[in-house]
């Protein structure tokens, strides 16, 4: 579509400038870029006008399926490891063990969804609206004065808002919230919550108008989004994922999986209609969020292991509440890749700072095996381990700057953290090992290690062990899990 349009647009400038040769380059073209933005406009105006038609149509009925459980809050975890003594560490010799499948749960990053043409403000002079979340103060270009109001939660009113919002006076709007995404290095689940806030903060919790307004912010922002009305005529936003997550009904529309937000019914009548280039909602967190800084208090990490290591670390509360509210999941239909999410999420910038600078020195001139053996003394020695269902009542994965802040962790979060140490300080690959109730990860060094080692995919990969009762180095593996084979999870 977009190509028939420029076609048709460089044609008009063609025959134009044809006919009037006295005219620059310059001239021509900036009348050429200002056809192809009014087709854009053209476009989306169009694509809006059939969408809102269809959703004046009767919404079907569908019933909820059941939220899916997280398999390991069925799975008895293994306590953690207790070290060996010294002789054995030094017997340590080379052996292969065997392992399970291999998934590969790496995707190159895809580029988030944008809107179905770019989005051109109207100039206009107009009023602000500040509005926070995650405790960071924002801004769109909104009146703050009459609001729209529904007249119901029917078909034909919900289209009528629709329409109101879809008119070139919310374009600001759309365009500061999508610059609020890229200034903050917003993820899909931050900005759909972003949008949450602002909608909520403008019309009020748990209103119909509020749920309207992020439904169709977050479609034209070029996501996959849904409404649904229940008996009680309450509004419901539905968002599509590839990601199976866990404990939150859904529904299965054409064949695809949708998620309800803050539901708690068991149907709804759906407006189920495509919009052109809307693409699904993706819970991978490769970057980490900006938000406005609520410096913790310092938490003090020793480690107990022989380089005595102490480090003082501050944290940014609002990132870490955003953390602890992120849902959890699988992606691929692999209940395996559900600690990838969490193993190549990056400590932010502020932690980076304060704490490499110290790890790079002690690490200094070392081998990559010392220095690792370094690393893995720090992870299972500065944290004290307590289960997850002792601490949180089920299983709760952490991101690798959850478990430098919390003071409680377990065998996740700590795979997760040293895989993050050992790829970021030392360049090397890792993947992660999971055995049923645990969870460790294996290293592929440019150097002979000794101790036990998986062939994966030609290479050589050394098992570490960074849950453990005390220090123990690179290659050493509990005696009760040499036998078992393990899911080899690569990201």
């Known amino acids: 579509m977009m190509k028939r349009f420029l076609i048709l647009s460089m044609g008009c400038v063609f025959v134009s400038s044809m006919c009037a040769q006295s005219r620059s380059p310059e001239e021509i073209f900036k009348q050429f870029k200002q056809q192809q933005i009014e087709s854009y ?91 926070q979340a995650y405790g960071t103060k924002m801004e769109v270009r909104l009146q703050s004065g009459e609001k729209y109001k529904l007249n119901s939660a029917a078909e034909n009113d919900v289209a009528d808002m629709w329409m109101y919002l879809s008119s070139k006076s919310f374009n600001n709007m759309l365009h500061d919230c999508l610059q609020l995404r890229e200034e903050h290095n917003l993820c899909d689940w931050a900005y759909l919550n972003i949008l949450k806030a602002l909608s909520q903060q403008y019309y009020g919790e748990n209103t119909n108008e509020a749920v309207v307004m992020q439904a169709f912010l977050f479609n034209q922002s070029g996501y996959k989004t849904r409404i649904g009305r229940s008996k009680t005529n309450r ?109 190549s999420t990056p400590l932010s910038e502020s932690v980076k700072k304060q704490l490499y600078p110290i790890l790079k020195s002690k690490i200094e001139g070392k081998t990559d095996v010392e220095a690792a053996n370094l690393l893995i003394g720090f992870v299972q020695t500065a944290f004290e381990y307590q289960l997850d269902e002792v601490v949180w009542g089920k299983d709760h994965p952490f991101f690798p700057e959850e478990t430098l802040f919390y003071p409680f962790s377990d065998c996740e979060d700590r795979a997760a953290l040293f895989s993050n140490l050992i790829r970021d300080l030392l360049g090397l690959n890792t993947v992660l090992l999971y055995y049923p109730g645990h969870l460790a990860m294996a290293v592929k060094f440019n150097e002979q290690v000794e101790g036990k080692t998986f062939l994966i995919d030609n290479g050589e990969y050394t098992y570490c062990e960074p849950t453990c009762s005390s220090y123990v180095p690179v290659g050493w593996c509990p005696p009760n899990l040499t036998s078992v084979k393990p899911v080899i999870i690569k990201y």
């Open 41 to 131: 406009k053209d476009f989306r105006k169009e694509a809006n006008q059939k969408y809102i038609e269809f959703m004046r149509g009767k919404w079907d009925w569908f019933s909820s399926e059941t939220s899916i459980k997280d398999i390991e809050n069925d799975i008895k975890p293994m306590p953690a490891p207790s070290a060996p003594d010294k002789e054995e560490i030094k017997g340590l010799k080379k052996e292969v063990l065997e392992h399970g499948k291999v998934v590969n749960a790496y995707r190159k990053q895809k580029e988030q969804p944008h809107p179905l043409m770019p989005i051109t403000e109207n100039g206009q002079a107009t009023q602000t609206f500040q509005f």
């Open 235 to 343: 509004l419901y936003m539905l968002v599509a994922s590839p990601n199976t997550i866990y404990e939150k009904p859904y529904f299965k529309i054409k064949e695809e999986v949708f998620y309800p937000l803050d539901y708690q019914e068991s149907g709804l009548y759906v407006f189920a209609h495509e919009y052109p280039g809307e693409k699904e909602l993706n819970l991978s967190l490769e970057k980490v969020p900006i938000f406005d800084m609520a410096t913790s208090d310092a938490h003090t990490l020793k480690s107990k292991a022989a380089d005595s290591l102490s480090i003082d670390l501050k944290f940014n509360s609002n990132l870490m509440d955003f953390y602890y509210s992120y849902p959890q999941s699988h992606i691929h239909n692999d209940e395996m890749t559900k600690w990838t999410i969490y193993a």
